[in-house]
C-alpha cells in the first residue's frame, strides 16, 4: 500500500469504478483486515501504511491537500484547504476538532471507520494539527457511541509518545442529539458549553466560541487525508469524481438485509451498484439520498444516477453524510417521512423562533397527511410554511427538515393525492422502515 | 458611518422593538421573530436607528458593528 500504481497517475484520463467494502480488494479507506477483525492496531496499521511521510514537513502536506480537492464528508462539501488557511490566518492558536459524532440516525460511516480504523483518523487529525500548528486535537464523539470511543481511546493509548509529530489527544464525548453534531455545537461544547448550535458573525475557523479559530472536521474527511499525505495526488483524486474527488464512504439502511453497512464509493458508481451490492437486485420504491436532512428520490431516478455531487444534483439531491435508504414497494413514503419529520422537529436545540414554533407545526402537518387527515387547502399551508422555514434560525437545521418534506410531497406525489382523498394507503400501516433512536437519559440535557 | 446589523437568532424572543425602533431594517418573520432585512443600512441616520434598535433588545439579540474596526453595540 505504500506506494500507488503508477499507471493511474501516466493515464489520467483511465477511471475504475467500483464497491468497496472492509478489508475487500477495492477499498481504499476501508482496505486492511476485515470486519470481523475489529479495530486495526498500530502496528497492524503501520505495517500497511508507515508513519506519515509528510507530518514532519506541514507545507508540503498543505500543497497536497490545496492540489486534492478535499471536500468535508460530513454533509456541507466544503474544501478542506479552505478552511485550514483561513484558519491559519486568523489571530490566535487554533482549535482542531474532528467531528465523529455522527447524528444522522441511519449513517453509520463515521462509526465504522472509528471502529475499525481508528489511526487513520488519528493520522488524519495529526496532519490537521500540524498543519494549522495546533499542539493539540479532539476527537468528538457521541456518548451512544461506545464502540467508536472505546476504539479512539485505545488506539490514542498505542500511539502515545510513540508517533512523532503527534498533537496532544483528547476525546470529547458530548449529548446525542440531532442538531449536537453540528460543528458550531461541538465547538461550544468543547469550550465547556451547551452542544447547542451557536449563532456567529464570523466563520468559526476565523473565531470559535473560545475566541480562537476553530477547525471542525468531519471523521471520513480527515481519514482521507491520510492516504492522500502517502499517495499521489492524481491517484487519491481518481477515488472520486470531477466535482468531488477522492473515494467515499456511503451508508446503506433501510429495506435492505443489513441496515447500516458501510460501502466505499470508487470513482463514478451509480447508486444502483451501491444497492445491488448490498442485495436490492431491482429499484425499490425510493430512496433517501444523504441523511434525514437530505430528498428523497424515486427508486428508478435512483438507481441510474451516480452517487456523485454533480450527478446528484441534477435529480434535486445532495450526497449529504452519505447515505441511502431504501423504501421499498409497497410502503409508504408519507408515513415514513412523518415519522422522521416528528423526530427532527424534536430534535431542535429549541433556541430559535422557526425550530421553536415552525417545526413542530410541520411535524403536526406531515403526520396528519400520513393519516389521511389533511385538507387540501391545509397542503398549500404546508408548502408555504416549508418557503417561511427557509434560510431561518442559526444553523440549517430547519433547511435539512423542509428539504426533507418538500421532496416527500414531490416524490410521492401520487400517495399525498391519495391520503388527501381520505384514506391513508394500505402502506401506512406497515412496519417502520428507517430507524428512529430512542434518547436515552443521560442526553437529556445539552452537557 | 457604515454599519452592520445582525440578529442573533438563539436570542431573540420575538419582543418586536426592533421592528418598531428600525423599522427600514428588520421584518417580522411568520412567528414574529425579528429578520434583518436591510444588514447593511446606508446613512447616519438608519444606523442611529440601528443601534438604538440594538440598545432596546431586552434580550440582547441584535448585534451592530461599525464598518471596519469590527466595534460593536450589544452583546
Known amino acids: 500500500m505504500t506506494s500507488p500504481p503508477l499507471l493511474q497517475t501516466l493515464t489520467p484520463t483511465f477511471r475504475y469504478s467500483t464497491i468497496g467494502e472492509v478489508g475487500g480488494p477495492h477499498a481504499r479507506l476501508l482496505s486492511g483486515p476485515p470486519r470481523g477483525a475489529g479495530a486495526e492496531s498500530l502496528d497492524g496499521h503501520l505495517t500497511r501504511w508507515g508513519v506519515n511521510p509528510l507530518l514532519v514537513r506541514p507545507a508540503e502536506m498543505r500543497t497536497a491537500l490545496r492540489s486534492s480537492g478535499l471536500q468535508g464528508r460530513g454533509g456541507g462539501r466544503f474544501p478542506l484547504s479552505m478552511k485550514l488557511e483561513t484558519a491559519m490566518l486568523a489571530p490566535g492558536v487554533p482549535v482542531v476538532v474532528v467531528n465523529a459524532s455522527e447524528s444522522e440516525p441511519a449513517s453509520a460511516k463515521d462509526d465504522t471507520l472509528c471502529r475499525l480504523r481508528p489511526h487513520l483518523v488519528l493520522d488524519g487529525a495529526a496532519a490537521v494539527a500540524a498543519m494549522v500548528g495546533a499542539g493539540e486535537a479532539t476527537i468528538h464523539l457521541h456518548r451512544s457511541a461506545r464502540g467508536a470511543r472505546e476504539a479512539i481511546e485505545a488506539a490514542v493509548a498505542e500511539r502515545r509518545s510513540l508517533i512523532a509529530g503527534d498533537p496532544w489527544w483528547r476525546v470529547s464525548v458530548g449529548p446525542d442529539r440531532y442538531v449536537s453534531g453540528e460543528a458550531s455545537a461541538i465547538a461550544s461544547f468543547i469550550d465547556g458549553g451547551e452542544a447547542r448550535p451557536r449563532f456567529s458573525q464570523a466563520p468559526m475557523a476565523v473565531r470559535g466560541p473560545s475566541g480562537r479559530p476553530t477547525v471542525v472536521s468531519n471523521a471520513e474527511t480527515v481519514a482521507h487525508l491520510a492516504l492522500l499525505c502517502r499517495w499521489d495526488v492524481a491517484f487519491w483524486r481518481a477515488g472520486g469524481s470531477l466535482s468531488s474527488p477522492g473515494s467515499q464512504l456511503v451508508t446503506v439502511a433501510g429495506a435492505v438485509a443489513e441496515p447500516g453497512r458501510v460501502f466505499e464509493v470508487v470513482g463514478e458508481v451509480g447508486i444502483g451498484e451501491v444497492l445491488m451490492a448490498s442485495g436490492i437486485l431491482s429499484p425499490p420504491a425510493a430512496v433517501l439520498v444523504g441523511g434525514y436532512a437530505g430528498t428523497w428520490v424515486q427508486g428508478a431516478v435512483a438507481w441510474s444516477t451516480s452517487f456523485e455531487p454533480a450527478a446528484l444534483e441534477q435529480i434535486g439531491a445532495q450526497a449529504g453524510c452519505g447515505l441511502l435508504g431504501v423504501l421499498p414497494h409497497g410502503s409508504c413514503g408519507l408515513a415514513e417521512t412523518a415519522r422522521v419529520v416528528a423526530y427532527l422537529a424534536g430534535e431542535t436545540a429549541g433556541q430559535c423562533g422557526p425550530c421553536v414554533s415552525g417545526l413542530p407545526t410541520l411535524a403536526a402537518t406531515m403526520e396528519a397527511l400520513a393519516r389521511g387527515e389533511l385538507r387540501r387547502r391545509e397542503l398549500r399551508r404546508l408548502r408555504s410554511l416549508c418557503d417561511r422555514l427557509i434560510g431561518s434560525g442559526a444553523c440549517r437545521h430547519p433547511d435539512g427538515v423542509v428539504r426533507l418534506v418538500r421532496s416527500a410531497i414531490e416524490v410521492f406525489e401520487d400517495d399525498v393525492v391519495r391520503h388527501l382523498s381520505g384514506a391513508p394507503c394500505r402502506g401506512a400501516s406497515h412496519a417502520p422502515i428507517l430507524p428512529i433512536p430512542d434518547l436515552d437519559a443521560a442526553s437529556a440535557g445539552w452537557r | ?75
Do not use: H, Q
Not at chain 2, 6 to 14: E, K, N, V
Not at chain 2, 54 to 69: L, M, Q, T
Not at chain 2, 70 to 75: H, L, Q
Open chain 2, 1 to 75: 458611518m457604515s454599519v452592520e446589523v445582525r440578529i442573533d437568532p438563539t436570542l431573540c424572543r420575538g419582543y418586536a422593538i426592533c421592528a418598531l425602533l428600525f423599522s427600514e431594517g428588520v421584518e417580522l418573520d411568520a412567528w414574529g421573530y425579528g429578520r434583518v432585512i436591510d444588514a447593511t443600512p446606508a446613512g447616519r441616520r438608519a444606523a442611529k436607528r440601528a443601534i438604538r434598535a440594538a440598545k432596546a433588545c431586552p434580550n440582547g439579540a441584535i448585534r451592530v458593528i461599525s464598518g471596519g474596526d469590527g466595534e460593536g453595540w450589544g452583546p
